[in-house]
């Protein structure tokens, strides 16, 4: 587990790419990270997705096939079902990561775990690449209070992760199976009980996040608190063993919730959908508030033709301007955070495009 980059990016593994794009080609994303739907189960007190509210469609299982194939063809080499729903709410998420793998993509699952059926896991686990359960608490009193549930819905994801490992480890399967914690500095008290709830489910790993906020603050997330928790979260660092890694993203945590490029180049490479079926450049800009920059529906186009349309470059390409600014225009941390900083600081001169050293890291094709 020390091969996997949990706090940062991997594009450096995909230089060709990197080097069509900074010719100006229309390049395919490398990853796109959707949900299936927009429901859920639970309500978190951090939940970003209240903050994505947009027009939802019925995705069917037609139209999420469609969405593989169009993937595949294109060129896409990963997809992540999290983004702002859960998806196991879907009838179609098993058939859909069967179908994803079948088309050679690289397919990973991040949830909450209480519908993720347990008959299912023999099926699904070889064709992963990374199963994630969000788990912000490691006691059932304060999982139930900071997710929004039920304490009797600790037991059952508890149950279906030892599944999980049990699973992965008899047929020596290569998906890592982790645990992820969205810190609100108000959490601190779930720190070690996260962490040592994971090495006695003997995941792979267990990470500890920051909370993003959108431009507004609504979530009203101080991240000068973060500060103050530093010593507590080596001292979850040093629970790792060469079996079960503790990583804390550093990088997010103490960034003040800032950023320091001003353009903004990664939906080029991480693209995000809704699990309305809303194709939009990032998870921060799916509610109907940013509608100009609502490129299509998968619902009602092919992602295909979505892609190859003006409106698809035309809203990448404003991004990208001056007309737009992620300092102000954003909210804090997204998934393309780490990715725009290198981009931007290859934009600018300070980075050049090397070959990477060492072994290839683990989920590669998440960049």
């Given at each position: 587990?020390?091969?996997?980059?949990?706090d940062?990016?991997?594009?450096?593994?995909?230089?060709?790419?990197?080097?069509?794009?900074?010719?100006?080609?229309?390049?395919?994303?490398?990853?796109?990270?959707?949900?299936?739907?927009?429901?859920?189960?639970?309500?978190?007190?951090?939940?970003?997705?209240?903050?994505?509210?947009?027009?939802?469609?019925?995705?069917?299982?037609?139209?999420?096939?469609?969405?593989?194939?169009?993937?595949?063809?294109?060129?896409?080499?990963?997809i992540?079902?999290?983004?702002d729903?859960?998806s196991?709410?879907?009838?179609?998420?098993?058939?859909?990561?069967?179908?994803?793998?079948?088309?050679?993509l690289?397919?990973?699952?991040?949830?909450?775990?209480?519908?993720?059926?347990?008959?299912?896991?023999?099926?699904?686990?070889?064709?992963?690449?990374?199963?994630?359960?969000?788990?912000?608490?490691?006691k059932?009193?304060?999982y139930?209070?900071?997710?929004?549930?039920?304490?009797?819905?600790?037991?059952?994801?508890?149950?279906?992760?030892?599944?999980?490992?049990?699973?992965?480890?008899?047929?020596?399967l290569e998906?890592?199976?982790?645990?992820?914690?969205?810190?609100?500095p108000q959490?601190?008290?779930?720190?070690?009980?996260?962490?040592?709830?994971?090495?006695?489910?003997?995941?792979?790993?267990?990470?500890?996040?920051?909370?993003?906020?959108?431009?507004?603050?609504s979530?009203?997330?101080?991240y000068?608190?973060?500060?103050?928790?530093?010593?507590?979260?080596k001292?979850?660092?040093?629970?790792?063993?060469?079996?079960?890694?503790?990583?804390?993203?550093?990088?997010?945590?103490?960034?003040?919730?800032?950023?320091?490029?001003?353009?903004?180049?990664?939906?080029?490479?991480?693209?995000?959908?809704?699990?309305?079926?809303?194709?939009?450049?990032?998870?921060?800009?799916?509610?109907?508030?940013?509608?100009?920059?609502?490129i299509?529906?998968?619902?009602?186009?092919?992602?295909?033709?979505?892609?190859?349309?003006?409106?698809?470059?035309?809203?990448?390409?404003y991004?990208?301007?001056?007309?737009?600014?992620?300092?102000?225009?954003?909210?804090?941390?997204?998934?393309q955070?780490?990715?725009?900083?290198?981009?931007?600081?290859?934009?600018q001169?300070?980075?050049?495009?090397?070959?990477?050293?060492?072994?290839?890291?683990?989920?590669?094709?998440?960049?």
């Open positions: 587990m020390q091969n996997i980059i949990l940062g990016h991997k594009l450096l593994w995909h230089k060709e790419r990197v080097e069509a794009w900074l010719k100006g080609e229309r390049i395919a994303p490398i990853t796109i990270d959707c949900a299936l739907t927009r429901r859920c189960t639970y309500r978190c007190i951090y939940c970003y997705g209240q903050l994505q509210e947009n027009d939802e469609k019925r995705m069917t299982k037609d139209v999420i096939f469609r969405f593989l194939d169009d993937a595949k063809d294109i060129g896409v080499k990963a992540s079902f999290v983004s729903g859960e196991t709410c879907s009838p179609y998420l098993y058939e859909a990561i069967l179908r994803g793998k079948a088309n050679g690289d397919m990973a699952l991040g949830t909450n775990g209480y519908l993720l059926r347990d008959d299912k896991l023999e099926e699904i686990l070889p064709c992963l690449t990374y199963l994630r359960f969000n788990i912000s608490a490691g059932p009193e304060r139930a209070q900071i997710m929004g549930c039920k304490e009797e819905c600790f037991f059952k994801v508890y149950n279906t992760i030892r599944k999980c490992v049990e699973i992965k480890k008899r047929n020596n998906v890592t199976i982790g645990i992820q914690m969205v810190l609100m959490f601190s008290d779930q720190v070690m009980p996260f962490v040592k709830l994971g090495k006695e489910l003997r995941v792979d790993y267990a990470v500890i996040k920051h909370c993003s906020d959108d431009e507004k603050g979530l009203g997330i101080n000068g608190e973060y500060f103050k928790l530093v010593p507590l979260l001292e979850a660092e040093s629970f790792s063993t060469p079996d079960y890694l503790v990583k804390v993203k550093w990088s997010k945590i103490l960034s003040k919730g800032e950023r320091r490029y001003k353009k903004c180049y990664g939906p080029a490479f991480i693209m995000q959908f809704s699990g309305s079926g809303l194709v939009a450049p990032c998870g921060m800009l799916f509610n109907r508030r940013f509608k100009k920059f609502h299509g529906n998968i619902v009602e186009k092919s992602f295909k033709e979505i892609w190859k349309s003006e409106k698809y470059w035309k809203v990448l390409e991004l990208a301007s001056d007309k737009f600014n992620p300092q102000t225009d954003c909210g804090t941390l997204c998934l955070h780490k990715v725009n900083e290198f981009l931007w600081d290859l934009k001169g300070k980075v050049s495009l090397e070959e990477p050293k060492g072994e290839p890291p683990l989920h590669i094709n998440f960049v």
